[in-house]
């Protein structure tokens, strides 16, 4: 039987969602369609198809938040944690590698953050792929067009071959005008980016057309850690790899590239207007997730958390209310969300970044008021966790348990706080915080200090090695 292992690429920032979709927390990570997250659903999707361990492919400081959510639908995997994002041509390089150490599989090579609608079709399609990727093709999906869309990259089909069709030609995101003569002409799908090839195959193609993108991957490869659930690669021979896509690096210069189509209800969830097109809608064409009150509205996407959203007479709009962000754009200008991402990073506003709900291997922490040299925070622990033995030069803390039973190191001493109790940690002391329990522990954190950022953390101790 033909080994395949599923390669999950969960890199990606998802900027044209924010504001649900953040630096911090991508859309890979969010539940936008179904209960189960991007990611999970990439890995479910994959069920009825007989598959090695995937692999997951993901930046640093999203380690936690992958390494949880494979947790929660029971698929063990191999996280590879990459110090920098270099573009797909080296990451699909260090998987080719590091699969390759032991046997030469076929890669099924999958972006964590597309929506497939018939999964059956989609297995169907990926079965009909593995002889030719076994015998030594480099094996693209494209998708079956059914519109002129201009954002995305093409796929000129050429000779029929087997379950597919020889690559006759890679073509960038076109004009509408240009998109419109694709349609038209039946010989054009649109690039997936996802693939299917044998590892070896891929690295020789690599070694012919990018020596120096194999090289540096080959270094990056040589020193792997392994770090609690992840591998670390060689930080500073990665960051010295070129970044490409595999496109470029490999896909336009190979002569052995097919493509398969698939119709298969795809969407790379791009854009609200994306998201809006998959979602289920109401009789009005509405998309309503959260308390709402409506009168006249139609053609909408509307999304709250905390607040009731109250809208009269609107009609194709995006309204994304957070606890921290408002977000109110034309439907079908959706895409122009890009432009605020921009603005937001020359201001180095924080919106960009992080949501006011922070999530971290022991629990996570809301944000619910920040002042001059002060914060309040609402913090939620895992029954069982432990944030890190730390000290903090310019802030003091003050924590009162709402429920549940603190263990608190507090400079030399340890004792337990319960509920409606409270203690004081002065600046410079060292601290850590516990939830013994069975139950979550929640507690109001106040900071007062000159300053208050989270970078204001001097660690000691991490069960999740958080000390490198």
Not at 97 to 103: A, E, N, V
Not at 220 to 230: H, I, M
């Amino acid at each position: 039987m033909v080994k395949v292992v599923p390669v999950v690429l969960a890199g990606g920032s998802g900027t044209r969602l924010w504001p649900l979709s953040r630096t911090q927390f991508p859309k890979q990570f969010l539940s936008l369609v179904g209960e189960q997250t991007m990611l999970q659903q990439t890995i479910l999707r994959l069920n009825t198809l007989s598959t090695s361990t995937p692999m997951v492919i993901c930046n640093e400081e999203h380690r936690f938040i992958a390494a949880e959510q494979l947790r929660a639908i029971d698929t063990p995997a191999t996280i590879v944690l990459e110090p920098c994002g270099r573009n797909t041509a080296p990451a699909l390089a260090i998987a080719s590698l590091l699969s390759s150490q032991d046997d030469d599989p076929l890669l099924l090579v999958l972006a964590a953050d597309h929506v497939i609608e018939d999964t059956t079709a989609f297995v169907d399609s990926i079965q009909r792929a593995i002889p030719m990727a076994n015998s030594g093709k480099l094996v693209t999906f494209g998708i079956v067009p059914d519109s002129a869309h201009t954002g995305y990259g093409y796929i000129r089909t050429g000779a029929v071959i087997d379950a597919g069709h020889e690559v006759a030609q890679f073509v960038e995101k076109p004009s509408a005008t240009v998109a419109q003569q694709y349609l038209d002409s039946g010989e054009y799908l649109w690039n997936s980016g996802m693939f299917l090839f044998r590892a070896s195959r891929y690295l020789a193609e690599l070694n012919q057309y990018r020596s120096d993108i194999a090289s540096a991957c080959e270094a990056a490869v040589a020193t792997t850690e392994s770090d609690l659930d992840f591998l670390r690669l060689d930080n500073d021979a990665f960051r010295a790899c070129p970044a490409e896509s595999i496109d470029f690096a490999v896909m336009e210069r190979t002569k052995d590239a097919v493509v398969v189509p698939l119709n298969v209800g795809w969407n790379d969830i791009g854009a609200w207007s994306a998201l809006w097109q998959v979602s289920a809608k109401s009789d009005e064409g509405n998309v309503v997730r959260g308390d709402n009150l409506l009168h006249d509205v139609s053609g909408c996407f509307l999304h709250g958390e905390e607040r009731l959203i109250a809208a009269v007479g609107i009609t194709d709009l995006v309204v994304i209310d957070t606890p921290d962000v408002l977000l109110v754009s034309d439907r079908e200008r959706a895409q122009e969300v890009k432009h605020l991402v921009e603005q937001l990073k020359g201001q180095e506003r924080q919106e960009l970044n992080c949501h006011r709900k922070v999530f971290r291997p022991w629990g996570y922490y809301d944000s619910i008021d920040t002042g001059n040299r002060y914060q309040v925070k609402h913090i939620t622990v895992k029954p069982g966790a432990k944030l890190s033995v730390q000290m903090h030069h310019h802030r003091a803390e003050h924590w009162v348990v709402v429920s549940g039973t603190a263990k608190v190191t507090n400079g030399d001493k340890t004792f337990l706080v319960a509920e409606n109790e409270s203690t004081y940690i002065p600046i410079g002391v060292v601290h850590a915080l516990e939830n013994p329990g069975k139950v979550p522990l929640e507690l109001i954190e106040v900071q007062s200090g000159s300053y208050l950022g989270e970078d204001d953390i001097i660690r000691f101790e991490d069960n999740y090695g958080r000390c490198k």
